[in-house]
């Protein structure tokens, strides 16, 4: 630790959104500050060969550095590029990724990295997970302090979530108050309650929640199901879930209904669609719909074709595509998203998309999974950040699809599969790239790579 503050330029942003700047031969991460800013700070942390440091005063403040909406930006570490314009941070995610593209991929990416921003970057995320936390002699509810895994912001709003969200904090705040119970403690490992889990519908503008607990007797959650539903009527379902893990992780392994429906629902697109509390949705509702088009547009469907959605999860891309394919075959390793596919299937009326639980790699080996429905002529791929299963890339190719559009929430772990998939098969070319900034003022993206071949 320095004991006084310093002087830094800041000359640009990291891939983590953290400001880079040099100091006595080193590289400084500057939290809050941006590039082309002279700040003062004071450095905060060393390990591991890195330096961070914490801004204390912009000094010369950046043309593009604007007030942060949020009370809580700084310490909440929930988003890190609210002090920087839309506009910025849109080109920033931008550049990013065609430099990651240009030094992974140099020469194989020879088109245009289109771009889908938002128009309002409020208010967009259908769910919020929260933790709770003893701060200081009170119970504490909110996202996890920036740099901590142990503390949490005590969060009076959050404006990335829609107003129900921020209505509901401090009722589920004061409800745990009323039970007399402490939070969690990630250090001794002992409290009562872990997190709360808010997923919201877009289209009903109701909410579903999840208050996961350790276990305990069923009157501590009295005040919590008595306080939401006088105080909170946007809510239409309460889940009680318990946890006994020592991880600190939103999941349960005993789920209770409280009250309400067992389901919310929500569309995106043309596509009515149910979801439980444990089913994942894309959080930011409004680009998932832009993302599902641009996929359809890009699988070039004309009804006559066989199309394999891979992670399928509960179906929503393939229930957007089924109705210009012959047929649609998703695939998806948990029973509880199959079950939930066919129903959404039935929901729209759809009956030419088949669900087909397994995990990708197991069902893809030897193409086992082709041989159900015949040789494909679409593959889309949506796996979860880790990218594709190792053994998953061989047998995508080996079955020759003419387009292969794939769906990507980590682009690093794409450009390492795009690498393989075209090292592999040359005859594979890409012919689109386009970003969608799904998480505004955080520095993440969905990224679709079409991938056509000759």
Not at 286 to 301: D, G, K, P, S
Not at 379 to 398: C, E, F, N
Request: charged share 25%; proline share 6%.
């Amino acid at each position: 630790m320095t004991p006084n503050p310093i002087i830094l330029e800041i000359k640009t942003l990291s891939p983590d959104g953290l400001g880079v700047a040099q100091w006595e031969g080193k590289t400084v991460l500057v939290r809050d500050a941006l590039a082309g800013e002279q700040v003062e700070a004071e450095i905060i942390r060393r390990r591991r060969g890195q330096t961070e440091a914490k801004t204390l005063r912009v000094i010369v403040p950046a043309q593009d550095r604007v007030s942060p909406r949020c009370a809580h930006f700084g310490i909440c570490g929930g988003c890190k590029l609210q002090h920087l314009s839309y506009d910025s941070q849109v080109e920033w995610k931008g550049r990013w990724l065609g430099n990651l593209f240009r030094a992974e991929l140099p020469g194989q990416i020879d088109v245009p990295l289109e771009r889908v921003a938002m128009e309002d970057p409020w208010q967009y995320r259908g769910k919020m997970e929260f933790s709770f936390s003893p701060e200081e002699g009170r119970l504490g509810l909110g996202l996890h302090r920036s740099g901590s895994f142990q503390r949490v912001v005590n969060l009076k709003e959050c404006p990335i979530a829609p107003d129900v969200v921020s209505a509901l904090l401090p009722v589920i705040r004061a409800a745990a108050e009323a039970s007399g119970q402490p939070a969690y403690d990630t250090r001794r490992c002992e409290g009562f309650w872990r997190h709360a889990v808010v997923r919201v519908s877009r289209s009903a503008q109701t909410a579903m929640v999840t208050i996961v607990t350790r276990e305990g007797p069923a009157e501590w959650m009295e005040p919590m199901v008595r306080m939401i539903r006088e105080q909170v009527p946007q809510v239409k379902a309460l889940f009680w879930g318990i946890s006994n893990r020592i991880s600190d992780v939103a999941y349960a392994e005993k789920m209770t209904q409280l009250f309400g429906d067992d389901h919310l629902e929500d569309q995106i697109g043309a596509v009515r669609f149910h979801f439980g509390p444990t089913q994942f949705v894309q959080p930011n509702r409004l680009l998932a719909e832009a993302a599902y088009q641009a996929i359809r547009e890009n699988c070039r469907l004309t009804g006559n074709e066989t199309v394999y959605d891979l992670y399928c999860g509960m179906g929503l891309i393939s229930l957007a595509l089924a109705p210009f394919a012959r047929a649609v075959y998703g695939v998806e390793s948990e029973s509880d998203n199959v079950a939930l596919a066919e129903q959404n299937a039935a929901l729209n009326g759809i009956t030419n998309a088949s669900f087909i639980c397994g995990k990708t790699e197991d069902l893809l080996r030897g193409g086992a999974i082709f041989k159900l429905g015949g040789k494909p002529d679409r593959i889309v791929l949506d796996p979860p950040r880790a990218g594709l299963h190792g053994d998953s890339i061989a047998p995508v190719l080996q079955a020759r699809a003419p387009r292969i559009v794939y769906l990507s929430c980590n682009p690093k772990t794409l450009v390492n599969d795009l690498k393989a998939m075209l090292k592999r098969d040359p005859a594979y070319r890409v012919e689109r790239v386009q970003w969608f900034d799904f998480f505004p003022h955080t520095i993440h993206m969905e990224t679709l790579v079409t991938l056509v071949r000759r």
